[in-house]
């Protein structure tokens, strides 16, 4: 499993001993090397910073800014700069009184103390909200050398977890009942009491450079273990004694000092290429992942197999039957979606809004799958942080060209002449939904102090990407649409529509579009489990080789399923086929937002009404961009399969 996870996550980073002066984007290695009296070595540093990141909760949406919680802090000292994708996220990276010499052992050092009195407003709110952090299970993220500080701990079957993450404290309540992180320790046993984890014990495990310490080493793991100390003696702390507790009904002033240790362990056996490996590792989910897509292959098998009969066999017989007609008299014998090559490429209703859409479909998916792309290659993986959104963002921006080209072009090969419109609402409907929903949601963070809460100037950045690049090449885009001539069909239009016969009930249209997203569905849910658990419950996301296989197989199922139903209801001589492609295989949104709704309900334990409406106002998004995605796939497969099978037809 470790060369898998290598190959999706440093897939060039092989290359790294022959090819020094080649990296990965934000993934180059550090040496580093002790400290010695006027000695220096080049290109090795001997001070290791940690940096600290917002904490979240599984409980709440809401992420909080490391200094929200009234922690030790570094002062002054210059934030790191972030990109558009942690600015998203809602990351907020920034230094930290921890610093260490690199092999120089520390006990129980002392950071910081901060002193609460109750009897006084400011205290009071800052002592309550670092109780809440508690109460919510939030937890903090701290970094080293690019990497998370994780926290291992055994759990079931003899295995260990590590969790790139750890609480503030834990909470026992009125009844006795320890919560989260409490029942680690029998010591955590007073009733409506808080417990806060105020010291760690950090191991650093670094690997020397090809056997040589005047090369310098290099830092391949950081641990942690949380521990809580009431430290009698708050100026020279021994890290021993009863746990730092706060009870809930306490009044007066409480001093919690924050402290630290660490030692630093060789470990030869363990690579930089690979050091992310262990916290990889520790995520069984890689059996399952196969099983998913094992699940997904034989609905794509099963598919193809009956889109190939109709091919190869049943549309076959049908064209050559057709084509050896010599009378009209044995036209008028015949059925099926022979007799509506008249009617089958009339203008949809609603045509302006379906071109509208498959522009904007056409832009997320080339988004999706040029994004998708390089995080197979190892650019966007998790310690290149943020950088996949940030892709996502700027291909979306870029991409504006393709959606005017593609709406202008369907909408001139409808019969459309409202052109400007066309281009306006190719421009701005679809995205100004998107950003009327997330700037609603942003007004919510920014009324909770979340630091998920866009800052203005960059809201105004993502304003100004749209109207001053997107906008633009949306319309030149439109024009070379328009500019071309429109989509030649290979049959004849009449001028009387044909009268659509009555329909069975698996041929009427809203039995067909249900039925249509269940397969496509059914090959991605096991997928959505562990997106919606890298977004809701703060997990690591890293099988983006996984998530590129699934993307594949559900354009390949969209692609077949809504053939499939297309067929059908041409030979039912329905020739609605437009809209009803598009919202086929784009229903599997429908089914999306219900295991959404189901995931909220049965995994998470979300508490506040805040939270609630930020997890269902970001899903909706999440549907819609979906919608569109899928949509469009089947669209287009419909599209390709019916010019086929009527350019093969002989039309008198």
């Avoid at 006795?176 to 808080?194: E, I, L, Y």
Wanted: aromatic share 16%; proline share 5%; glycine share 6%.
């Amino acid at each position: 499993m470790g060369v898998l996870h290598r190959y999706m996550i440093f897939l060039l980073c092989g290359a790294l001993h022959s090819a020094t002066s080649f990296y990965l984007p934000g993934l180059a290695p550090v040496s580093f090397c002790e400290q010695e009296k006027d000695k220096e070595v080049p290109d090795c540093k001997s001070t290791i910073e940690l940096f600290v990141n917002r904490l979240d909760s599984v409980e709440s949406v809401l992420p909080y800014e490391y200094t929200a919680f009234d922690f030790c802090s570094s002062g002054t000292e210059k934030r790191p700069s972030e990109n558009l994708g942690q600015v998203l996220f809602g990351e907020r990276i920034e230094p930290s009184p921890y610093k260490f010499s690199f092999k120089k052992k520390v006990e129980c050092k002392h950071v910081c103390t901060k002193s609460y009195d109750t009897n006084k407003a400011e205290d009071k709110a800052n002592l309550d909200f670092l109780k809440k952090g508690m109460l919510l299970n939030y937890q903090h993220h701290w970094i080293v050398d690019n990497m998370p500080v994780t926290w291992c701990y055994d759990v079931e079957d003899n295995q260990k977890f590590c969790n790139p993450g750890f609480p503030i404290g834990c909470y026992v309540t009125e009844t006795g009942r320890p919560k989260d992180a409490c029942v680690v320790n029998s010591d955590f046993n007073d009733k409506d009491t808080f417990y806060i984890f105020n010291h760690v014990d950090i191991t650093i495990h670094y690997h020397v450079v090809d056997g040589d310490e005047r090369a310098g080493a290099r830092l391949v793991a950081a641990k942690m273990e949380p521990k809580s100390f009431k430290h009698t003696k708050v100026d020279t702390p021994d890290c021993t004694g009863a746990p730092m507790s706060l009870n809930n009904k306490f009044t007066g002033e409480i001093k919690i000092p924050y402290t630290y240790s660490v030692q630093f362990v060789e470990d030869p056996n363990i690579r930089w290429a690979s050091r992310w490996d262990y916290i990889l590792e520790s995520m069984p989910h890689t059996n399952i992942q196969w099983f998913s897509i094992m699940n997904s292959l034989v609905i794509v098998l099963f598919l193809s197999g009956m889109v190939a009969m109709i091919m190869l066999r049943t549309l076959h017989k049908d064209i050559a039957r057709y084509n050896q007609m010599d009378s009209v008299e044995d036209a008028q014998e015949e059925f099926g979606w022979k007799l509506v090559h008249g009617d089958v490429f009339r203008p949809p209703r609603k045509g302006m809004l379906l071109s509208v859409f498959l522009g904007s479909g056409t832009q997320i998916f080339i988004m999706t799958f040029v994004t998708l792309f390089f995080a197979c290659l190892g650019f966007l993986s998790p310690a290149n942080r943020g950088a996949l959104m940030t892709c996502a963002v700027v291909l979306w921006v870029l991409l504006g060209t393709p959606a005017g080209y593609v709406a202008a072009r369907f909408y001139k090969s409808f019969g459309g002449e409202k052109w400007k419109t066309n281009v306006l609402l190719t421009a701005f409907l679809c995205p100004g939904v998107v950003f009327a929903d997330f700037f609603l949601m942003n007004l919510i963070l920014w009324g909770e102090g979340s630091s998920a809460a866009m800052p203005f100037g960059t809201l105004v950045a993502i304003l100004a990407l749209w109207f001053c690049i997107s906008v633009p090449l949306t319309f030149i885009g439109a024009y070379f649409g328009f500019k071309k001539a429109a989509i030649e069909h290979p049959v004849r239009t009449n001028q009387i529509p044909r009268q659509i016969p009555e329909q069975s009930f698996y041929t009427k249209p809203l039995p067909g579009i249900i039925m249509g997203g269940i397969l496509p569905f059914g090959c991605i849910f096991i997928q959505l489990f562990f997106i919606l658990n890298s977004i809701w419950s703060h997990q690591m996301y890293y099988m983006f080789g996984f998530l590129f296989l699934v993307f594949i197989i559900l354009v390949i199922t969209c692609s077949e399923a809504t053939i499939l139903l297309c067929y059908f209801h041409l030979c039912a001589e329905d020739y609605h086929w437009q809209w009803r492609s598009f919202l086929t295989s784009g229903f599997t949104a429908a089914y999306f937002l219900v295991y959404a709704i189901h995931y909220f309900f049965s995994k998470l334990q979300i508490t506040g009404l805040a939270s609630t409406i930020l997890y269902f106002g970001y899903t909706m998004i999440m549907a819609l961009i979906f919608f569109l995605f899928t949509g469009t796939i089947g669209f287009f497969a419909c599209f390709w399969f019916v010019t086929k099978i009527y350019s093969v037809v002989k039309v008198d």
